[in-house]
């Protein structure tokens, strides 16, 4: 996760595609929505800030937000954006970094698949622990997580395409026996070069992800296949969970 060959100075630089991919207004918009409903009159706390996609837009909504974030270039990122005032961040690990105002938080989320960049499973537990200790009771976690797609890797395959788009493919590689991904992204313009980023993910499955839960004292509150409220069903490939602080 700490890798900065993964999350350094290029990746953050490149990082931001306002308008377009994960930046487009009909993916950021419901997004904030819901999280912005969910947060109502309390502070919420995102781990895994990143560049401020999603909290940046939350804060021109009136909620208070802070951040974790384990990579500094994606802090210094974020603050060409917004300074310390508005959106204080800590450095450091989402499994262990305490924010001021621990205890006191409404909500805290974790999106666009960001819990898998923690690679066991111990590691993702505690992540739910460390989201326990900055609610106060009754406060909410919600994960935006993809669901694995090993009904597509038949037996002999290690691989699956993700997305192709113009200029873009994702394939992912797949380590059954430890529960391991790697993203291989690539971009290329008209030429013969293409351009490679890839990230090591842990995926986890639904129900595991609710034992997670139960274990740091939460309770499943509702599950949805994407931020606009969809069913989510045994064809869904992501969903938004959104679990209570008992």
Request: aromatic share 8%.
């Amino acid at each position: 996760m700490g890798d900065e060959s993964v999350w350094g100075v290029e990746t953050a630089a490149r990082y931001d595609s306002p308008g377009t991919g994960m930046f487009a207004a009909q993916v950021l918009g419901p997004t904030v929505d819901r999280l912005s409903a969910l947060a109502g009159d309390a502070p919420a706390l995102e781990f895994a800030i990143g560049t401020g996609r999603v909290a940046v837009p939350l804060a021109e909504r009136g909620v208070r937000v802070a951040g974790v974030e384990l990579s500094r270039p994606m802090i210094d990122q974020l603050r060409t954006k917004v300074g310390h005032d508005t959106i204080p961040v800590v450095e450091g690990d989402m499994t262990t970094a305490i924010a001021p105002g621990a205890g006191d938080f409404g909500l805290v989320y974790l999106v666009y698949n960001a819990i898998s960049c923690l690679l066991t499973q111990a590691e993702q537990v505690e992540c739910f622990r460390n989201a326990a200790r900055h609610l106060r009771p009754g406060g909410r976690f919600v994960i935006e997580l993809w669901v694995p797609e090993l009904r597509k890797l038949p037996p002999g395959r290690q691989a699956t395409v993700g997305r192709v788009e113009p200029g873009y493919i994702l394939l992912d590689t797949y380590d059954v026996l430890n529960q391991h991904v790697v993203s291989h992204h690539f971009r290329f313009g008209d030429g013969k070069r293409a351009e490679l980023f890839r990230s090591p993910h842990r995926y986890i499955w639904p129900a595991e992800l609710d034992l997670m839960a139960q274990c740091a004292g939460f309770e499943l509150e509702t599950r949805h296949a994407d931020w606009h409220e969809a069913p989510f069903t045994a064809e869904s490939t992501s969903h938004v969970s959104v679990y209570q602080l008992a």
